[in-house]
């Protein structure tokens, strides 16, 4: 039996980059897949490509800061494929232009940032736990390595940190509540994404995307950036019952940033 047979899985953001591979590997695992994204054309994108594999896949329009919106995409998963079983919280923004020094981030920026990286987060958990504290279930919260160490602009860093600790919160909770649910956090290094390549617009020291890769690869030490597949090799076993005694963690995968 594939690890996730059976299972039924939410992937936000899973329009592009790291949702989309996130989408497509719990697909080749078993699960049936709700891909959602505010773009929804990515999302029947990435819905199409599973499907074409003979994979279960169903796109949806999402805005992750929508309560009603939450409640409608559980609602479309338990009526399309059953109980969800998995939720991966992946929809996030980079903030990349608009808080690069504390002194100058603007309220309205914060607030932005804020409301895609930590609320709709704080969100999926919430309706997750409902949906999920008599059968059961995993969550995955996509933090980042700035939710661990300080360098990108600050309202990035205190939304990410914000994920690693929610996430803490959520697995104590549902524990203390016997609830059979996990939740933890994946700490990702740089992943050649299209978010990742945008923020060249916003440095001043870097006028290409050759040039930050370059200046990115010398912050890893394994010698190279990560891949989108590199991170959802970690959501799929997070999801999976082989990883049944993992919960309140953070899963780093960051080709030796944080080590340096």
């Given at each position: 039996?594939?690890?996730?047979?059976?299972?039924?899985?939410?992937?936000?953001?899973?329009?592009?980059?790291?949702?989309?591979?996130?989408?497509?590997?719990?697909?080749?695992?078993?699960?049936?897949?709700?891909?959602?994204?505010?773009?929804?054309?990515?999302?029947?994108?990435?819905?199409?490509?599973?499907?074409?594999?003979?994979?279960?896949?169903?796109?949806?329009?999402?805005?992750?800061?929508?309560?009603?919106?939450?409640?409608?995409?559980?609602?479309?998963?338990?009526?399309?494929?059953?109980?969800?079983?998995?939720?991966?919280?992946?929809?996030?923004?980079?903030?990349?232009?608009?808080?690069?020094?504390?002194?100058?981030?603007?309220?309205?920026?914060?607030?932005?940032?804020?409301?895609?990286?930590?609320?709709?987060?704080?969100?999926?958990?919430?309706?997750?736990?409902?949906?999920?504290?008599?059968?059961?279930?995993?969550?995955?919260?996509?933090?980042?390595?700035?939710?661990?160490?300080?360098?990108?602009?600050?309202?990035?860093?205190?939304?990410?940190?914000?994920?690693?600790?929610?996430?803490?919160?959520?697995?104590?909770?549902?524990?203390?509540?016997?609830?059979?649910?996990?939740?933890?956090?994946?700490?990702?290094?740089?992943i050649w994404t299209p978010m990742v390549r945008n923020i060249v617009e916003s440095l001043e020291d870097v006028s290409n995307e050759e040039e930050l890769h370059e200046m990115l690869l010398a912050l890893h030490p394994v010698g190279r950036l990560g891949q989108p597949s590199d991170i959802a090799n970690g959501v799929s076993f997070l999801l999976s019952d082989?990883?049944?005694?993992?919960?309140?963690?953070?899963?780093?995968?960051?080709?030796?940033?944080?080590?340096?």
């Amino acid at each position: 039996m594939a690890r996730l047979e059976k299972r039924v899985a939410i992937v936000t953001g899973a329009g592009s980059g790291i949702g989309e591979a996130t989408a497509e590997v719990l697909a080749r695992a078993g699960a049936s897949v709700v891909v959602t994204d505010i773009n929804v054309s990515a999302a029947e994108q990435t819905a199409n490509v599973i499907q074409q594999r003979g994979q279960q896949a169903l796109a949806l329009e999402q805005d992750v800061t929508s309560q009603t919106q939450w409640d409608s995409v559980f609602a479309a998963a338990r009526d399309h494929f059953g109980p969800v079983s998995g939720l991966v919280n992946n929809a996030g923004v980079s903030g990349a232009g608009k808080d690069r020094l504390e002194e100058d981030v603007g309220l309205d920026a914060w607030r932005s940032i804020m409301s895609i990286n930590l609320d709709a987060v704080h969100l999926g958990c919430r309706k997750a736990i409902q949906e999920m504290k008599v059968n059961g279930g995993s969550i995955v919260n996509i933090s980042s390595i700035m939710g661990l160490v300080g360098g990108a602009g600050p309202a990035y860093n205190a939304s990410k940190g914000g994920v690693r600790l929610l996430s803490k919160s959520v697995a104590v909770h549902c524990g203390k509540m016997g609830y059979p649910i996990r939740c933890n956090s994946i700490h990702p290094g740089y992943i050649w994404t299209p978010m990742v390549r945008n923020i060249v617009e916003s440095l001043e020291d870097v006028s290409n995307e050759e040039e930050l890769h370059e200046m990115l690869l010398a912050l890893h030490p394994v010698g190279r950036l990560g891949q989108p597949s590199d991170i959802a090799n970690g959501v799929s076993f997070l999801l999976s019952d082989e990883s049944s005694f993992v919960t309140g963690s953070e899963l780093v995968i960051d080709g030796g940033y944080t080590s340096v």
